[in-house]
């Protein structure tokens, strides 16, 4: 049968403004659970382009041992030759390392002054052919175990200590946004039971006179809809808000600089918005769906 | 039109609404259902538009069994029949002209057939002055003209109507009598359950009588009694 546009239209139109109080409470639980999951969503993608930059210029740098034999060394160096897991190497040594060192300890007279050439270690930097995870930790264990080789160091242990950290938090934030998706479709569900109960004679009237169910159920439905519709869209601009005040404050923080990654580009908190907005969709056709369902079963 | 095959209805509690009854309506017919408050009528009433289900027996709507209907066709059963009571059930809030136009509205006929169905029939209840009154503005008589209005609005072949005069005045009862012999002289089938002596006994239709849930008279141009 067809429905009338725009009877639908002004049906929801109307039920939406019967109960502004209900209708508030449930746009803002939508908006929170659904900020909730976009800055979860955020994090991660955050997340992951911080470990992709860390992958971009992973080195492993194989500390060598003061008192290396110099065939000790030839022997690493002929292994990095032939190891296939290996793009590139150099060789630093003891004049290049105090250099370094020097420009390290720039601002620290003192220890400029106690530094001498051949305190500070000599080392191989290495870099893998394949900058993943798993393939470092190999390598590393290889090289830590050669003779004359005092320790490998590595940003692995960096990138595993985000990523550890943030799924912990991921995980945190997730769980919070589906608590909140809960209460929220219970909350719309309540909302569209009480705008029913307060139609109920016109819902009486419709029936009697032969109005399909659907025809009945179909403006309540585009209520709990639009309510959780308009949830989505402050939930959009509450994580467009975040980006450029948290966010965007973490990333310009000099003392933050892992969270340089953290700031996102409008189109990458528009693109996390769209499943997020989807979502609270689903949540509003689920709330009002079952409390239509219930009602109508007279 | 109606015909009812052996049907029982016993609601919760052994409470026994209709015993074995049955009948048959031809087109056309008008049928009182008389006998005191918990005979049954309501009951009967509410069978005939499958607001309630009976445990045993048949009932045949316009040569369809309406016990074999799936639920999502009870609202096109509906629509063949208009439904009158007691305390009219209009919307308060609504004018009524849109307490009879909702009625069209809701099973999706367009505006133009709204905008011509609802003015004649207002005209043939006698309220196309009091179009933009709310309910509350209309005496009881009035407000049960529309309802009416409402019923028939949409051509139905039967006219249930549950007490309509319940809460009237004789002088009242009587106007809204002939507004429902003039429906049925269209040659709508209309069944009234009705308590009013004096309005059986000037009708003389057929008077179908229950007592208990047991049909004990059904006799052509009765009597109250």
Known sequence: MALNANYIARETGQNLGRNPTLTVA??????????????????REGTNNLAGKFRGDVELIVFLDPEISPDQRQAIQTSLDENPEVSTFSYVDEREAFEEAQDLFAEQPTMLRLLREGDVPT????????PDFQSVVALRSIYEREAGVEQVESATEAIRAIQELTEKLN??????????AGVSILLIYNTIRTAMFARRHEIEVMKLVGATNWFIRVPFILEGMIQSLLGGALAVGLLLGLNVFLFGALANNQYFELFQNFEFSIGTVIGTSIPLVLVGVAIGAVGSGFAVGRFLDV | MIKLENVTKVYKGDVVAVKDGSFEIGKGEFVFLVGPSGSGKSTLLRLLNREEEPQAGHIHVAGKDIGDLSSWKIPYLRRNIGSVYQDYKLLSTKSVYDNVAFALQVIGRPRHVIKTQVPAILELVGLAKKHKNIPNELSGGEQQ????????????????ADEPTGNLDPATSVGIMRLLDRINRTGTTVVMATHDRSIVDTMRRRVIELDRGTIIRDQARGVYE
Do not use: D, K, Q, W
């Open chain 1, 26 to 43: 449930s746009v803002i639980t939508v908006s929170i659970a659904l900020t909730l999951a976009g800055v979860a969503l955020l994090v």
């Open chain 1, 123 to 130: 080392s191989f930097r290495v870099e893998p052919a394949n």
């Open chain 1, 171 to 180: 995980f945190g934030v997730l769980f919070a946004s589906a608590v909140s």
């Open chain 2, 145 to 160: 003209r529309v309802s009416i209005a409402r019923a028939f609005v949409n051509r139905p072949l039967i006219l249930l």
